[in-house]
């Protein structure tokens, strides 16, 4: 066959993405119209900023912004975490960052499946954030062997997915049809089931443990719980969201709004109560799925992020049970200590920035100086900060709580174990923070190597 017809880890990743927001908006229509809302906030966003378009367009951001989604599932087992590893590798998507949730009171611990290099990233970034339920963190026995049995019942992949990935792993490529094929069996583990494995006592025993238990075990499969397009302007998102009959969560995470955004903001309008069918026929219902917003800022350094952590905390010790607006204005407040200019975050050492010739800079040829800050001074080289790719844990668990309908507890607390996830996992899970300083360094060494040229 000919090589060019190939479809590429990229390719996969983009029809299964695409694949995957057209079946949650046929199961979640709410999603739908929170896709449109988006929508129209970001484009009357980018024609009120030509500043924000052109930045944008810059980093090559702007294509992808329409078809940015984020996801995430929760898995009951070892086996099930392994597997998904290896279904993610054939879209390109690969585990990054190790997420400890038990310090939040929910049960799991957790990675981001997503593409790693600035062409896969331009071209899509899906990401799927994925937990792992730690059964070992409950304490009543009965109950952790009766879902530890549950779990070992089911399969959770087609038996055709399994052979895809094996022939993907063995050729290291897809042909498009099996390509296509692939996207649809994979979906297959992400559908929502209106019926559930389990009978409604043993739905309310693992519930009253955790709601999250429940969603875990309960089902055939780890449905996707939400996915999430990202904004250029969540305040004007939460703010609209009423309108369109959305009860979005009490407050925006994360930091505040700013010239110069950072990190992660997130919102979500709150789980839906859905109808299911447990087994000797019983009726109930179960409350997992909901629809949620991003706006991306920059990635920080380890010195830019241990300041936001702070900030945080401070920040949340004086916003409790305050309403958005009121939490925005102490948040905005805390956060004047973090400098709000790319200058200042860039010569602090707060972001990674992408560094890229301006026209003149492509022009020029036998520069020497090896000085960025001059050479960006002489307008030969131009700094964007690098979009933050991961995600925030404080933020995920107010997520999490948000939509389990629980408060924060200290249940589970203070039990991170990195090695127990990777060995679930069958494999290391990449240290975010080095792929940015990797993508900074890439960015210097090509523009210096060009003026010199
Ligand atoms: C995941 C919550 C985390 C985010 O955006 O921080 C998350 C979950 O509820 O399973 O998706
Ligand atoms: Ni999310």
């Known amino acids: ?28 229509p709410q999603y739908g ?34 078809v940015e989604r984020h996801g995430a599932i929760r898995v009951g087992t070892a086996d099930e975490l392994s597997t998904l590893r290896r279904l ?11 997420y400890d949730l038990s310090e939040a009171g929910v049960p799991v611990h957790s990675t981001a499946f997503r593409p790693i290099n600035d062409n896969a990233l331009a071209k899509n970034p899906f990401r799927v954030f994925t937990s792992l339920l730690r059964l070992e963190l409950i304490e009543n026995e009965a109950l952790r062997q009766g879902a530890t049995a549950i779990l070992a019942t089911r399969d959770i992949f087609t038996s055709k997915v399994r052979e895809l990935i094996e022939c993907h792993e063995s050729k290291g490529e897809l042909s498009s049809e099996e390509a296509d094929q692939f996207v649809k069996e994979a979906l297959e583990t992400f559908r929502w089931h209106q019926n559930a494995t389990v009978d409604l006592e043993t739905y309310h025993a693992l519930c009253d443990e955790h709601r999250l238990i429940a969603d875990v075990v309960c089902f055939r499969g780890p449905h996707i719980n939400h996915l999430t397009p990202r904004t250029l302007d969540i305040d004007e998102v939460q703010r609209r969201m009423p309108d369109v009959g959305m009860n979005p969560k009490a407050v925006i995470e994360g930091p505040p709004r700013r010239a110069w955004p950072i990190l992660l903001r997130q919102t979500s309008f709150k789980a839906l109560e859905e109808s299911i069918r447990f087994a000797g026929d019983a009726q109930g219902t179960h409350t997992a799925r909901f629809g949620e917003v991003e706006q991306r800022g920059a990635a920080l350094t380890p010195k830019g992020r241990a300041l936001y952590d702070q900030l945080l905390d401070e920040g949340r010790e004086q916003a409790i049970r305050l309403d958005n607006d009121a939490h925005q204005t102490v948040m905005n407040s805390v956060f004047t200590a973090f400098p709000d200019s790319d200058q200042a975050m860039r010569r602090e050492g707060l972001a990674y920035f992408h560094y890229y010739l301006t026209d003149t800079g492509q022009a020029a040829k036998g520069v020497v100086d090896q000085d960025t800050e001059a050479l960006i001074a002489q307008g030969l080289v131009e700094a964007q900060p690098i979009t933050y790719e991961d995600f925030l844990p404080v933020s995920a668990a107010g997520i999490f709580q948000s939509n389990l309908g629980g408060a924060k507890s200290e249940a589970y607390s203070g039990s991170a174990n990195r090695d127990a996830f990777e060995k679930a996992l069958g494999a290391q899970v990449t240290d975010e923070l080095s792929l940015y300083a990797e993508r900074e360094n890439a960015s210097k060494a090509r523009v210096l190597a060009s003026l010199q040229g």
Do not use: C, I, W
């Open 1 to 28: 066959m000919n090589q060019k017809t190939l479809p590429s880890t990229d390719d996969v990743r983009d029809r299964f993405s695409k694949a995957m927001s057209a079946m949650y908006q046929a199961e979640v």
């Open 33 to 66: 119209t929170l896709l449109e809302l988006v929508e129209r906030v970001n484009q009357e966003t980018l024609s009120q900023q030509p500043e924000l378009y052109r930045r944008l367009e810059a980093q090559g951001e702007l294509a992808r912004l329409t």
């Open 88 to 98: 993610f590798a054939v879209m390109g998507m690969h585990p990054v960052g190790y």
